[in-house]
């Protein structure tokens, strides 16, 4: 998916999401909670970011950011 037309609030260094991005970019503007669980270095924070980024520019909510400062082995 090319993002940049659509998601003009964030500015990625690439021009197309990932699998697991795809997936979640079909939630980045409805309004839902959402969890991801996906392993490391599948592009988490990029989903957070979008997410992030369109709820800032639409409205004034508060948003929950949710990672592990230490990872598990």
């Known amino acids: 998916m090319k ?4 998601y003009v609030y964030c500015d990625f260094p ?8 795809e ?3 079909k939630y ?15 592009g988490k924070t990029v ?3 979008a997410i992030a980024g369109y709820e800032l520019t ?7 950011y949710v990672c592990p400062m230490k990872a598990i082995a």
């Not at 993002?3 to 659509?6: N, P």
């Not at 690439?14 to 991005?21: G, L, W, Y």
């Open 3 to 6: 993002y940049t037309s659509e």
């Open 14 to 21: 690439f021009d197309t999401f990932n699998p697991v991005q």
């Open 23 to 25: 997936e979640a970019s």
């Open 28 to 42: 980045f503007t409805l309004q839902c909670n959402l969890l991801v669980s996906s392993t490391t270095a599948s």
């Open 47 to 49: 989903i957070h970011e």
């Open 58 to 64: 639409m409205s004034s909510k508060k948003i929950v």
